[in-house]
């Protein structure tokens, strides 16, 4: 069983910084690409960074400059820092990660349980 455990969300003032981390657990043999989405109530889920297994970075438009997303492979860890943030950063962050758990499995795709990040003006 894999899982993806989020933390470091929560309330900051504007222009202030926050870093989320997600760490897998359990039969982990690869992970490959991972990434941080963000949704807010009635809105569909959004990409905000990826990460491909060879450290390729690709970033939202509006958070490009402001947050950086990184991972540390030997900790099954993605992190994401969030400088400069604004109100409109608010939202529920979700980490993503494409996981095999043995050779000769499928890559499938897991979900973290989400943090709630909230930037106040």
């Known amino acids: 069983q894999v899982q993806l455990v989020e933390s470091g969300g929560g309330l900051v003032q504007a222009g202030g910084s926050l870093r989320l981390s997600c760490a897998a657990s359990g039969s982990v043999f690869g992970i490959y690409d991972m990434g941080w989405y963000r949704q807010v109530p009635g809105k569909q889920r959004e990409l905000v960074a990826s990460i491909t297994s060879g450290s390729i970075t690709n970033y939202k438009d509006s958070v490009k400059g402001r947050f950086t997303i990184f991972r540390d492979n030997a900790k099954n860890t993605v992190y994401l820092q969030m400088n400069s943030l604004k109100p409109e950063d608010t939202a529920v962050y979700y980490c993503?990660?494409?996981?095999?758990?043995?050779?000769?499995?499928?890559?499938?795709?897991?979900w973290g349980q989400g943090a709630l990040v909230t930037v106040s003006s």
């Open positions: 993503n990660a494409g996981i095999r758990i043995s050779p000769a499995s499928y890559v499938s795709n897991y």
